[in-house]
């Protein structure tokens, strides 16, 4: 069994791709624009990067790219077709903002994950002039489509999540009626944390219909870390095909969270990139190598890396969101990992 630090890992963060058909203003991809190269993940390196002796280990594949929606990768439908072959009890997510490709497309890839698994698609707004808010560069009808289609294979479970600022807040209900008449078997709306991050936002203003729970950022002392990912078993492969601690550390060429620091010069210091590649090292190799260790090592003493301060410190007060919605319009299952 795969471990890092004697923690099992059974979960796994793909970012299929850096490319995206939206524009959305509090995406780390907007705001770091420039900062990264734009590529994909080919079925061929993700065959290489995780050998079907590991796929075969986990418990949850989640494509949800921080950089960029999965549904862009050229390969992203093989790719499934080759998780799901390789595992056939592993939950799959697909998290996306559903306004890409055909309907045909998003039936054979609902197929391809088949009942244990979801797709989560992204509606911000009842109208197309609310949706496009945040939303920037996508079509509400088009989702609706692409999301009706999935659901009619009535394989995998259909999620509609809603992100609700001070223009959607009062429309809340009225897309979850639309995503229980889509066939969408849950929907949850909250709002979002990142105005904490990234202050203002221009023309998007955070809810006060849903407020954020006050949040006290720590300080030098942090109590030591306890990673939330680590603990949880879950670890990131990034676009480079790297073996990652969380989707934070993906975003070391962007920096979206302020207290975290220069990410890419902790990578350095930690030991470089290469020796996370998975197309040279076997997973347990990295695990036990040095960026691994040292990175450990630095949680209980006051070097602690400012992004794991930021998220992970044991005595933080945590940021949450306030959640407006949460509704199933089936039962819900026992299994709904993710959701």
Known sequence: MLHWNNKPISNITVGLTTHCNAGCPQCARTIGKGNYDLESLSIEGFKRAVPPEVMSELMYVGFCGSLGDPAMCPDALEIVEYTRAANPDCHIAFLTNGSIRDAGWWDALARAIGKKGHITFAVDGATQESHEKYRIGTKLAKVWENLSAAADTGQC????????????????????????????????????????????????????????????????????????????????????????????????????????????????????????SLLTHAWQEILDGEFYKKLVAMWDCQKAPGVCKAMCAKNRSHIASMTAKDSWFVQKPSNATGV
């Not at 807040?169 to 904490?196: C, L, M, N, P, W």
């Not at 670890?235 to 969380?246: E, F, Q």
């Open 157 to 276: 479970m259909i999620d509609v999540q809603m992100l609700v600022y001070k223009h959607n807040e009062d429309e809340v209900e009225a897309i979850e009626a639309q995503a229980k008449r889509y066939g969408a078997a849950h929907f949850i709306a909250f709002s979002t944390y990142r105005f904490d991050l990234l202050g203002d936002q221009g023309n998007l203003q955070p809810s006060t219909k849903y407020p954020l729970k006050h949040v006290t950022r720590v300080g030098d002392d942090h109590g030591g870390i306890s990673c939330l990912t680590m603990n949880g078993g879950r670890l990131a492969v990034d676009t480079k095909y790297h073996l990652l601690p969380c989707c934070w550390f993906v975003d070391y060429d962007v920096n979206l969270h302020s207290k975290a620091g220069s990410l890419r010069q902790l990578i350095d210091d930690l030991g470089g990139l290469e020796p996370l």
